[in-house]
């Protein structure tokens, strides 16, 4: 997948022409007079970040590293806001079809400096910032598709997509959270989750009850 990927891209990159080199606040902030429509390219040593733009929206990421690909929300949470990155103008139905595959939801997760929206409530004087990823099942099958909202109190911090293995992934503050799982059929449970280290993994069956951390 990480290769075709690859391919793919490439292919649509060698049909444009860079113009440039803009860090990421400079993309998110063209002004709009010059709000593009292309993909901004960004190559680290070990991985690579494509970030699709729709007249300067930022409407679609793929990060992708000798693991795999990471899509959408999941991919702009690796995103530091020091890249730098090459943008290549596409036309508008390419920017629509690689959005269709990788669509940010979540736009809370860039702030206007470019750098992650990391939700807070209250001082976070003495919070840690860690990783929270959900596996969501229905019995013993990975529930592909569903949405993921974490909720503080009324408050709904964020929210993503599971992918093909029932998975998602949040960058949050350390703490409680409500997590409330919802598909086609509505809202289909709800599961209380501590969150206090610097990675937790837990499990939520929403046909029976959340299996507890890492």
């Known amino acids: 997948m990480c290769m075709d990927i690859n391919d793919l891209m490439g292919e649509i990159l060698r049909q444009s022409v860079c113009k440039g080199r803009f860090t990421l606040e400079e993309l998110l902030h063209c002004g709009p007079t010059h709000s593009p429509t292309g993909i901004g390219v960004f190559k680290g040593q070990k991985h ?3 970030l699709v733009l729709s007249g300067g929206e930022p409407n679609g ?3 992708v590293d000798e693991k795999g690909t990471l899509f959408g929300d999941s991919a702009i949470l690796h995103l ?14 390419i920017a629509d079809a690689l959005v269709s595959r990788c669509r940010v939801f979540e736009k809370s997760h860039l702030k206007k400096n470019g750098r992650l929206d990391i939700p807070t409530i209250g001082t976070p004087t003495r919070q840690r910032i860690g990783v929270l990823c959900l596996t969501v099942r229905d019995g013993r099958a990975p529930l592909a598709g569903a949405h993921v909202a974490i909720r503080k109190g009324k408050v709904v911090m964020t929210g993503d997509v599971t992918d093909s293995e029932g998975r998602v992934c949040f960058r949050l503050l350390n703490g409680r959270y409500m997590c409330v799982v919802s598909d ?8 209380i989750i501590e969150f206090h280290e610097p990675q937790v993994e837990a499990c939520i069956d929403i046909g029976g009850t959340e299996d507890e951390n890492r």
């Open 48 to 50: 690579t970040f494509f």
């Open 184 to 191: 086609r059929l509505g809202e289909r449970t709800r599961s």
């Open 80 to 93: 530091t806001g020091k890249e730098e990155f090459e943008l290549f103008p596409v036309a508008p139905p």
């Open 61 to 63: 990421a793929m990060f």
